[in-house]
């Protein structure tokens, strides 16, 4: 992602700040359809909506902060994913992105098969109905518990992300008397291009086992000779936030020739490759995802080609988009608080809420875009950074963005394409309450995760 400085100077600055950001949108009114979900607009009084409701109606019934999920663009990209992968491949959704049961129901009407990685998702999954048969269940340190529950209500599979993991699953089959369907986690010696603590596919980090040095060759050995596993394929994740192909067509090479190592060696043809999820999302005007046919012509070609010259037949494909469902999907509203001009620097903003429901700017410098979503307004572009009301200078929303320089206390405002690793990676930091996520859909806006409240924090304090 580049960004520059924008020549023109903001209200509060004759000379700008050391910074990225991109200039400010001509018309700071108008919102960009690649960063906001497909029902947002603006209605005949400029109040923002979505599924044809107010941002001021849904934070008088809701409260602030909230993440506001467009169930319509939800329901719309799962349908988009399935049907660019087709009855050949399999479309897992990575529910560590968000998770909740209304999503899992969306899911199951949707087609979808789910990824969880907990035995926390694996309940929800289940208490919502998703057929076991459709959960791959993933981490790379499961405990017998969680492995034992997976195997007795008969997950599809489970991905091994370790030579212990791979006797330990064998065992607990074998004890409950069953085959247990599995994959194999490999790393792939891929650097993806990403912030270094989402990318998972170079070999020094604690995922899966590497294709180097022949140890998945290893792996795949052991779990063959194992009567509790039915070994059906390989698994490949390189990362997360991706926007560059390269890195899952060097994976998938990869992963084939594993598969014609596996033919040539033992004489079985494993049947299915998964190549994870990781694809990137728009978070500001600048990304330019790829759509999710792209992707599914772009890995099946590759696959197909490799198998063809490896003389393999083409294994079943599946994938594990999150972000990429659920992130274009949600935005967080906001109250503004206190507006603190900084003369020379820039403008803080301060919201109701922070990196208790949204840690992504601290933990990845991730960035996002901001407007103001309540009226709107033909001031000057202001170079502004929203913060939280946490005790912590790096509570940052968003580092960098320009607001309209009336922006006031009371107005409301909107992060857009928060739907991802936000509401699941919140946190009760200085005993914030998480917000609760409000899915909205032609005209009905429905609380699908309430709220927190000072009553649950204080019953989870035993004294
Ligand atoms: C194994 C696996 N699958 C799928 C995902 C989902 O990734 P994303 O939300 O970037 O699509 C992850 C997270 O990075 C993962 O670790
Ligand atoms: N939580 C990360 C991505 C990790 C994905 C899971 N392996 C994010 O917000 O970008």
Redesign the pocket.
């Known amino acids: 992602m580049s960004r520059s400085a924008h020549p023109a100077g903001p209200r509060h600055a004759d000379v700008l700040p050391e910074g990225h950001y991109t200039a400010p949108a001509a018309d700071l009114n108008v919102l960009d359809p690649k960063v906001w979900s497909r029902t947002v607009d603006r209605d005949e009084r400029g109040v923002v909506t979505v599924g044809g409701i107010g941002v001021d109606a849904l934070a008088e019934e809701f409260g602030t902060p909230a993440y506001f999920l467009d169930e319509t663009d939800f329901r719309a990209r799962c349908r988009a994913w399935a049907e660019a992968f087709g009855k050949d491949a399999d479309v ?1 959704y ?1 529910g ?2 968000f998770l909740s049961r209304a999503v899992v129901r969306w899911l199951k009407e949707e087609g979808l098969n789910l ?1 969880v ?1 907990s035995g926390g998702e694996l309940s929800t999954a289940l208490s919502a109905g998703m057929p076991a048969e459709r959960i791959a269940f ?1 981490g790379n340190n499961k405990s017998e518990e969680e492995i034992r529950t997976a195997v007795e209500v008969g997950v599809g599979r489970i ?1 091994l992300d370790s030579f212990q993991e791979i006797v330990r699953v064998a065992h607990i089959a074998q004890s409950l008397g069953k085959r247990q369907r599995v994959q194999i ?1 490999v790393t792939v010696g891929v650097e993806a291009h990403t912030h270094e603590f ?1 990318a ?1 596919a170079h070999e020094d980090q604690k ?1 899966g086992i590497a294709l180097a040095g022949g140890q998945a060759a290893e792996a795949v050995r052991r779990a063959l000779k194992l009567d509790g596993l039915e070994l059906i394929g390989i ?1 490949s ?1 390189i ?4 926007f560059d192909m390269a890195g899952f067509e060097v994976s998938a090479r990869r992963v084939v020739q594993l598969l014609a190592e596996v033919r040539d060696e033992h004489g079985v043809e494993l049947p299915e490759i ?1 190549l ?5 999302i728009a978070y500001t005007s600048e990304d330019d995802p790829r759509e999710p046919h792209e992707i599914a012509k772009a890995l099946g070609e590759i696959v197909t080609r490799e198998c063809e010259a490896a003389g393999l037949t083409t294994p079943r494909i599946s ?9 274009p999907t949600a935005f967080t509203l906001y109250r503004v608080g206190t507006v603190k001009p900084l003369e020379g620097l820039r403008t803080y903003v301060s919201v109701d809420g922070g990196m208790s429901d949204n840690i992504r700017t601290a933990l990845y410098d991730a960035e996002y875009s901001v407007s103001l979503v309540s009226r709107t307004s033909d001031a000057a572009p202001m170079l502004s950074r929203v913060v939280g009301k946490h005790c912590e200078s790096g509570d940052i929303v968003v580092r960098d963005a320009f607001l309209p320089a009336d922006v006031a206390p009371g107005d409301l405002i909107a992060v857009p394409a928060t739907g ?2 936000c509401r699941s990676m919140a946190s009760n930091y200085n005993h914030a309450l998480r917000p609760p996520v409000v899915a909205v859909r032609e005209g009905e806006a429905r609380v699908i995760v309430r709220r927190e409240t000072e009553e649950d924090l204080l019953r989870l304090d035993v004294g």
């Open positions: 897992f990575a560590k992105a990824d990685c993933h991905v986690r989402i998972t995922f698994h994740h990362g997360s936030q991706i998964d994870g999820g990781g694809l990137g994938v594990e988009p999150g972000r990429a469902i659920v992130g991802a690793y």
